[in-house]
C-alpha cells in the first residue's frame, strides 16, 4: 500500500462521505455510547493517560553526591534518566 500525501489545498477540493449535519447533532451521550461499545477502541484507564502525558511536578530533593554524579556523566538527559529509573521503581512496587 503505497502512502499519498495531500496538500491543504487539495484536501479542500475533496469531497467528505460524512454527514456532518448527524455528528454534529449527536449527543454527549450517544457518543459516549458509541465509544464504549466499539470493541477496537476500549477506554483508556486513568492510568493509561497518565502514562500519555505524564504529569511532572518541579520539586527540590537532596541526593548523595555520589547519585547525582554518576547520573551526570552519562550527560544530557541525566533528569529523565533518574526519573526513569524512579518510575520503573514505582511500577514494580505498585501491584504490591
Known amino acids: ?5 495531500y496538500s491543504a489545498d487539495e484536501l479542500k477540493k475533496m469531497s467528505s462521505a460524512t454527514d456532518w449535519a448527524k455528528v454534529d ?6 457518543i459516549t455510547r458509541a465509544a464504549l461499545s466499539d470493541p477496537d477502541n476500549p477506554p483508556l484507564t486513568e492510568d493509561a493517560l497518565l502514562r500519555m502525558h505524564p ?3 518541579r520539586i527540590s530533593i537532596t541526593l548523595n553526591h555520589e547519585v547525582v ?3 551526570k556523566r552519562h550527560g544530557k538527559g541525566w533528569q529523565a ?3 526513569d529509573i524512579l518510575q520503573q521503581y514505582v511500577d514494580s ?3 504490591t
Open 55 to 57: 504529569v511532572k511536578e
Open 93 to 95: 512496587h505498585r501491584a
Open 1 to 5: 500500500m503505497a502512502i499519498v500525501t
Open 69 to 71: 554524579d554518576f547520573f
Open 81 to 83: 534518566k533518574l526519573n
Open 25 to 30: 447533532a449527536l449527543t454527549d451521550e450517544e
